[in-house]
């Protein structure tokens, strides 16, 4: 028997399918005309958080004094980091910690 001809297991490669996709490209499908509302929300709430944890890094990183040439100073990381946190944090709200990862 051809397990892709049975509904369930085909929806199912689909469904995984499309979480492999979006983990792999959340920029890409966050911004991606078509996608299902629900993923877009997903990658772009995935985006989100991998940002805030750069930030996060970047401004550990000057507070220890490691930071290399050229990087941020600790104000403009701190702006970006509570912006970004502020975003964080309305999705929050609004969603009602349906969307938390």
Do not use: C, W
Request: glycine share 8%; aromatic share 4%.
């Amino acid at each position: 028997m051809d397990m892709s001809t049975i509904p369930f297991v085909e929806a199912a490669a689909t469904t995984f399918a499309r979480a492999l996709v979006t983990a792999a490209l959340p920029e890409v499908i966050g911004n991606l005309e078509g996608v299902p509302y629900g993923a877009r929300a997903r990658a772009n709430e995935s985006v989100l958080r991998a940002r805030i944890a750069v930030l996060e890094e970047e401004q550990h990183a000057l507070l220890r004094g490691v930071a290399g040439p050229g990087e941020k100073d600790f104000r403009e990381v701190s702006v970006q980091l509570r912006a970004l946190q502020n975003i964080a944090d309305s999705l929050e709200e609004i969603l009602g910690g349906a969307s938390a990862s």
